[in-house]
Structure formats: C-alpha cells, structure tokens
C-alpha cells in the first residue's frame, strides 16, 4: 500500500459510497458524486468493500473511479 498512495492522499478518506434500495453505488469524492455503479458492477464493489479495511477500501474507490477530475472527458467524446 505504501508504494500505491505515495502522497498519502487516501488517508484523508476523500471517498465516500452510498448503498440505495435498489443496490445502486453511488460514489462520492470530497462529498461530490462522480460515479454510479448498477448491476453487475455494483454487486462486484459492494462484495470487496465488505472485505475490505479503510484504506483498501479508499482504493478500490480510487480504482473504480479512475481518471474522473480533470473534467475533459466529454469533450473528448465529442470530438
């Protein structure tokens, strides 16, 4: 883990998840959702985060959400 988070950045917890009715993930970043898992891949996220630590579970969120904030990802999909 140590080599993963080198700037220690997932200590300060800056994800969150929430588990709705209908087993939709939605995923929080600094408060802010950035993402929603359904079906198949929501069940896979809550199966892992039910194993995993706080930090494990920072990282599988880090993971899930991959290159979400520099906001030009539909710009490029436009194009």
Same mark, same amino acid.
């Given at each position: 883990?140590?080599?993963?988070?080198?700037?220690?950045?997932?200590?300060?917890?800056?994800?969150?998840? %929430?588990? #709705?009715?209908?087993?939709?993930?939605? =995923?929080?970043?600094?408060? /802010?959702?950035?993402?929603? $898992?359904?079906? %198949?891949? #929501?069940?896979?996220?809550?199966?892992? =985060?039910?194993?995993?630590? /706080?930090?494990?579970?920072? $990282?599988?969120?880090?993971?899930?959400?991959?290159?979400?904030?520099?906001?030009?990802?539909?710009?490029?999909?436009?194009?």
């Amino acid at each position: 883990m140590d080599n993963i988070d080198k700037r220690d950045k997932l200590k300060e917890e800056p994800f969150s998840y %929430k588990l #709705s009715k209908d087993n939709k993930v939605f =995923i929080f970043w600094h408060g /802010k959702q950035v993402m929603i $898992l359904k079906g %198949k891949e #929501s069940e896979k996220f809550i199966a892992k =985060i039910e194993r995993a630590d /706080k930090m494990e579970a920072q $990282l599988i969120m880090a993971k899930i959400t991959g290159n979400f904030k520099h906001g030009n990802e539909k710009m490029n999909k436009l194009r």
